[in-house]
Nanobody, 124 residues
Framework: QVQLVESGGGLVQAGASLRLSCAAS????????VGWFRQAPGKERAFAAT????????YYADSVKGRFTISRDNAKNTVYLQMNSLKPEDTAVYYC?????????????????WGQGTQVTVSS
């Protein structure tokens, strides 16, 4: 049974940093492209970042580029999202997702497995 479990969310002030983690089990993690999405209240779930299987390539949404960094540790079956210079508009539930497809995947429908999400709230 495949499971993705996010952690690390919380309530912070604008300008602060958070690091999200997503621990995977039940799959050969290194075979999967992994991404982070986020869903703000009243909005659709949106792409934030993705990383290739071998950790070599990353891709970011314009809204987070330069502030967020995605990384993965295949030995630990874990993907991370380092979020710096947080803004109130970053407030959302953050989800990690895994895909058997290759490439820089930005569509929700490209991902096979999803975590339950972790809440990030940024106050002004």
């Amino acid at each position: 049974q495949v499971q993705l479990v996010e952690s690390g969310g919380g309530l912070v002030q604008a300008g602060a940093s958070l690091r999200l983690s997503c621990a995977a089990s039940g799959l050969t993690f290194s075979n999967y492209q992994v991404g982070w999405f986020r869903q703000a209240p009243g909005k659709e779930r949106a792409f934030a970042a993705t990383i290739s299987r071998n950790e070599g390539t990353t891709y970011y949404a314009d809204s987070v580029k330069g502030r967020f960094t995605i990384s993965r540790d295949n030995a630990k079956n874990t993907v991370y999202l380092q979020m710096n210079s947080l803004k109130p508009e970053d407030t959302a539930v953050y989800y990690c997702a895994a895909s058997t497809f290759g490439g820089m995947l930005v569509r929700r429908t490209s991902y096979n497995y999803w975590g339950q999400g972790t809440q990030v709230t940024v106050s002004s």
